[in-house]
C-alpha cells in the first residue's frame, strides 16, 4: 500500500461538520412535498435526522478509510508518526471517530422510530430536535479528536517523502559542512525540500538516475549534526527511523572547518553517528574539497575524467577515479563539481553492495515494461 500524505484531504472541524450536516439535511427536508401535512411533516422530520446522521457518519468513516492504518504502513512511516505525533494518539483518535460514526446512525434510527410512531406533528418536531441535540452533543466528544486529525495532517504533509523500495542515502554531518549543497549538486531534475517538524531547517530530498534506479538522497539538518546527549526521545526515535530508509549513510566532514565546528567534534559525531546506526553501510565524505590549500594533488585529473565521461553521455559504469586529499580520505567539491561524478557511480556500487537481492534489478540486458 503506497500512502502519500500529502494526499489527505482537509480534516471539518467540530462545526465545520456539524454545519455542513444539517445545512444538508435542512434541504432535504425542503425537498419533501406531500399534500398532508402530517405526511409531510413526518417525512420532512425523519429525511433531516437522516441525512444529518448520514453525512457525518459518511464524512468520519471515509476519514479513517483514507488516513493509513498504522499496521500496514512502513516502518520508517510507523517511526515517523511516533515521533511526531504519538502513535497512541493515532490509533485513539481514529477510534473515536469511528465510534461517533456509529453513534449518530444509532441516534437517527431510534429518533426516526419516534417520528414515525406518533400521529402528532409538534413531537414530531420534538424527535427532530431531540436527534440534533444528541448529535451535536456527540459531536463536541469528537471535537479535540478533529482538531488533533487536522493539526496532524498539516504535520504529516511535511515530511520528507521517501520512497521505501528505491535505495535512499542518508547524508548527514555537522551543520554547515555542505549537505544540502551536496545533495543538490548530485541532483537531476528538482530538489524537495521539507521539514521535520522539530527543526526549523529545510531538509532536502534529491533524486539521481542510474541504469533505470532511481536513487534517494536525503538531508538530516538538526538530527545527526550534534551530540546525542543533547538530544529528545523524539529526535531519538526519527534517527532509528533512519535505519529503516538508509541503504547507506554519508557522512560529510568539513576539513576546513569553516562549517564552525571544529574537526574533532565532527569525528566525535561521526563515532556516535556509527552506534546509532549500526545496521547501515557508513562512508566518510569530506567536503569543500576546493577550500583546501593546496588542492589535492588529483584535482585535475579527476576533474578531466568527470569532464569526458560526461562529454561520452555519462555510459555505463566505469571506476572514475575518486578524488582524494592529503590524507586519503575521499572528498569533493559541490560548488565546484569536481569528484560528484565519481561519488555518484561510488554510491551506486555502495548501495550495490548492500542490497545483494536487490528487488528492483534486472539481468543484464533486461528492461523494465513500465519505463
Ligand atoms: N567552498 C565551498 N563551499 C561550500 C561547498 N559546499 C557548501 N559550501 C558552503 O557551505 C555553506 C553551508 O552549506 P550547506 O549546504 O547549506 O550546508 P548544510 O550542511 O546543508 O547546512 P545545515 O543544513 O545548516 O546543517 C554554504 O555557505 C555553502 O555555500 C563546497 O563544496 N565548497
Ligand atoms: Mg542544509
Request: zero cysteines; a negative charge; glycine letters at 0%.
Given at each position: 500500500m503506497k500512502v502519500s500524505w500529502r494526499t489527505l484531504s482537509t480534516v471539518l472541524l467540530e462545526d465545520e461538520v456539524l454545519d455542513k450536516a444539517f445545512s444538508r439535511a435542512k434541504k432535504a427536508a425542503d425537498r419533501v412535498d406531500d399534500s398532508d401535512r402530517v405526511f409531510r411533516v413526518r417525512k420532512q422530520m425523519t429525511r433531516m435526522v437522516q441525512t444529518a446522521a448520514d453525512i457525518i457518519a459518511t464524512e468520519f468513516t471515509e476519514l479513517v478509510n483514507a488516513w493509513p492504518s498504522l499496521d500496514q504502513s512502513p516502518l520508517f512511516d510507523v517511526a515517523m508518526i511516533d515521533a511526531c505525533v504519538g502513535c497512541d494518539d493515532y490509533r485513539k483518535h481514529l477510534a473515536t471517530l469511528q465510534w461517533a460514526a456509529k453513534q449518530v446512525q444509532r441516534i437517527a434510527s431510534q429518533n426516526t422510530k419516534k417520528i414515525t410512531r406518533t400521529g402528532r406533528t409538534e413531537l414530531m418536531h420534538d424527535g427532530r430536535r431531540e436527534a440534533y441535540g444528541r448529535i451535536s452533543s456527540i459531536m463536541r466528544q469528537v471535537g479535540p479528536s478533529l482538531t488533533w486529525l487536522s493539526e496532524t495532517r498539516e504535520i504529516l504533509k511535511r515530511l520528507p517523502k521517501i520512497d521505501q523500495v528505491l535505495p535512499c542515502v542518508v547524508v548527514c554531518g555537522a551543520?554547515?559542512?555542505g549537505k544540502s549543497a551536496f545533495i543538490s549538486a548530485l541532483s537531476t531534475g528538482n530538489m524537495e525540500v521539507n521539514h521535520y517538524?522539530?527543526?526549523t531547517k529545510q531538509i532536502h530530498v534529491g533524486h539521481f538516475t542510474h541504469r533505470r534506479l532511481q536513487y534517494q538522497l536525503v538531508d538530516t539538518p538538526g538530527l545527526?549534526?550534534?551530540?546525542?546527549?543533547?538530544?529528545?526521545d523524539i529526535e531519538m526515535q526519527a534517527i532509528a527511523a533512519l535505519e529503516h530508509v538508509g541503504s547507506l549513510v554519508l557522512f560529510l566532514v568539513d576539513e576546513s572547518e569553516s562549517c564552525g565546528t571544529p574537526f574533532e567534534e565532527q569525528m566525535n559525531l561521526l563515532a556516535e553517528v556509527e552506534t546509532l546506526l549500526p545496521e547501515t553501510e557508513l562512508m566518510l565524505v569530506s567536503s569543500k574539497?576546493?577550500?583546501?590549500?593546496?588542492?589535492?594533488?588529483?584535482w585535475e585529473s579527476v576533474r578531466e575524467a568527470e569532464a569526458d565521461w560526461r562529454a561520452n553521455g555519462s555510459e555505463g559504469e566505469p571506476h572514475l577515479p575518486l578524488l582524494k586529499d592529503h590524507k586519503g580520505r575521499t572528498c569533493l567539491s559541490a560548488t565546484e563539481e569536481v569528484g560528484l561524478d565519481a561519488m555518484r557511480l561510488e554510491i551506486v556500487r555502495q548501495v550495490k553492495a548492500a542490497r545483494?537481492?536487490?528487488?528492483m534489478e534486472l539481468p543484464e540486458g533486461w528492461y523494465r515494461s513500465d519505463q
Open positions: 551543520p554547515n559542512v517538524p522539530f527543526t545527526l549534526d550534534r551530540p546525542m546527549d543533547k538530544r529528545n574539497a576546493d577550500l583546501l590549500d593546496p588542492l589535492p594533488e588529483m545483494p537481492n536487490d528487488p
